[in-house]
Nanobody, 126 residues
Framework: QVQLVESGGGLVQAGGSLRLSCAAS????????MGWFRRAPGKEPEFVTG????????RYADSVKGRFTISRDNAKKTVYLQMNSLKPEDTATYYC???????????????????WGQGTLVTVSS
């Protein structure tokens, strides 16, 4: 059974930074794409960013390009999301997710991810 546990959320002022972490259990962590999604109240889940198993490829939503950076440490089975220049519209619950086996690209679709963390709330005040 795979478990994903996010941490690092909190309250920050606009323009500030936060670093989210997602610790995974289970073997072969490096074999899977990992993604970050977010869901704001009353809105659909939104793809934020994803990273390939090796860490060599990343994909970002246009709304976070240049501000957010995804990385991973396969030895620690952890994926990170560094968020800089935060805006009030970044306020949401952030979820990490593991890509399904056999998905060889970084998908933006939630259905292409099979394990999800419980989420961590990020609130950006103006």
């Amino acid at each position: 059974q795979v478990q994903l546990v996010e941490s690092g959320g909190g309250l920050v002022q606009a323009g500030g930074s936060l670093r989210l972490s997602c610790a995974a259990s289970g073997r072969t962590f490096s074999s899977y794409t990992m993604g970050w999604f977010r869901r704001a109240p009353g809105k659909e889940p939104e793809f934020v960013t994803g990273i390939s198993g090796s860490g060599g490829s990343m994909r970002y939503a246009d709304s976070v390009k240049g501000r957010f950076t995804i990385s991973r440490d396969n030895a620690k089975k952890t994926v990170y999301l560094q968020m800089n220049s935060l805006k009030p519209e970044d306020t949401a619950t952030y979820y990490c997710a593991r890509g399904r086996a056999g998905i060889l690209f970084i998908s933006t679709l939630p259905r292409d991810y099979d394990y999800w963390g419980q989420g961590t709330l990020v609130t950006v005040s103006s």
